[in-house]
């Protein structure tokens, strides 16, 4: 007489936390959440030969490992810039090696990823010392633009004095004589128009 047992086969979450190394051997504290279901069809097979608590026998392990194999191929810094392309090569190489035992994955991210304290701290200061000097090269081309205002102001204001004085030289005393006249009649037209009102 055989006993009966019923299988579930809806998706289940699973939270793999993984300490491992870096390409460039810093330490990284990464996490990956994956929901995941068995293959019904194998069900019988896999409680048999695994057992029930086949997500801790096998899934952790296996997520561990490849969790491990991908992201030695990066280093600190691509983790962070290629989050996306080291996520997606993790759940890449997890469902298929999931699929040898049974698995299927409905859903692989990487839920955290973290650096040591020392190693976050240099990444800040890295970040601090390239803003200053953004901030100093900002300076020095500000100033360098303020220098060539400045020369192009004092060039042109010799190039008015230039003119002025060659003009004073063709014109002679006539040109000065103008000017007078011009400036009475200016005076004059004010003068009136101020008691005309």
Known sequence: MGTETNYLCHS???NAPVITGSKDLQI???????????????????????GEDYDERVL????????????AHFDAGELITQRELVSRQVSDD?????????????????????FRKEFTEAMEAKKVAQQEAERARYVVEKSEQQ???????AEGDSKAAELITNSLAT???????LLVLLGTFIYKFLFEYRFSV
């Open 12 to 14: 289940r979450p699973c």
């Open 147 to 153: 220098k060539k205002a400045a020369i192009m102001s």
């Open 171 to 177: 014109a002679g005393d006539s040109l000065i004589e």
């Open 94 to 114: 997890l469902t298929e090696r999931a699929a040898t035992f049974g698995f299927i994955l409905d859903y692989v991210f990487l839920t955290h990823l973290t």
């Open 28 to 50: 990284v504290n990464i996490t990956l959440r994956i929901l995941f279901r068995p293959v019904a069809s194998q069900l019988p097979h896999i409680f048999t030969s695994i």
């Open 60 to 71: 952790l392990p296996i997520t561990t490992k490849i969790l491990k194999s991908v992201v």
